[in-house]
T-cell receptor, first 120, second 115 residues
């Protein structure tokens, strides 16, 4: 079956512009995660959606970052007023979820190919 | 706090050599999950294995094997008879249910297998 898809695969933008990154999870997966991979910081968690629960935004680095998930499926990560330090590969993952008694998902996360963002 | 350490930044071997990638983790929870992912030059993270904290059985899958030892908080990964296609960055990761299942990754080990 189809895996996690992300678009665009590459995005080049100018400092100060807004960007939107899209993630389409595996069909039937209720949990969706965004991570960022950069040279200096490695792989870091950004935000987590589980079903209709309030998202866990604890990893978002600043209020310029936001994400939404419409209809429990597709997610969009928005970065406003981009800065050069936002340059990174943004990875999306999904998992079956939820966990025991409807709690957080502990299932294996499957990753998309990522969006490489370059801020000039 | 949760932490994953992959002390080996880069490893270089010649084809057919065995190689072990080390992973040490820190957690306060008794229930947790450990993962290994492979990131080939194409960039996509590929899932390799998932183990829960209650299952210390070692696992073998083809040329891959994993040694999970709670006593030393380690989850090491061995590739037997390495091949050029094994060249990639390998990440160890930790997931703790109380934290919502998000993954904490190690810094990764770059493995280069020379022909």
């Amino acid at each position: 079956g189809a895996g996690v898809s992300q678009s665009p695969s590459n995005k080049v933008t100018e400092k100060g512009k807004d960007v939107e990154l899209r993630c389409d999870p595996i069909s039937g997966h209720t949990a969706l995660y965004w991570y960022r991979q950069s040279l200096g910081q490695g792989l870091e968690f950004l935000i987590y959606f589980q079903g209709n629960s309030a998202p866990d935004k604890s990893g978002l680095p600043s209020d310029r970052f936001s994400a939404e998930r419409t209809g429990g499926s597709v997610s969009t990560l928005t970065i406003q007023r981009t800065q050069q330090e936002d340059s990174a590969v943004y990875l999306c993952a999904s998992s079956l979820g939820p966990g025991l008694a409807g709690g957080p998902s502990t299932d294996t996360q499957y990753f998309g190919p990522g969006t490489r963002l370059t801020v000039l | 706090a949760q932490k994953v350490t992959q002390a080996q930044t880069e490893i270089s071997v010649v084809e057919k050599e065995d190689v072990t990638l080390d992973c040490v983790y820190e957690t306060r929870d008794t229930t947790y999950y450990l993962f290994w992912y492979k990131q080939p030059p194409s960039g996509e993270l590929v899932f390799l294995i998932r183990r829960n904290s209650f299952d210390e059985q070692n696992e073998i899958s083809g040329r891959y094997s994993w040694n999970f030892q709670k006593s030393t908080s380690s989850f090491n990964f061995t590739i037997t008879a390495s091949q050029v296609v094994d060249s990639a960055v390998y990440f160890c990761a930790l997931s703790e249910p109380p934290l919502g299942g998000k993954l904490t990754f190690g810094q990764g080990t770059i493995l280069t297998v020379h022909p």
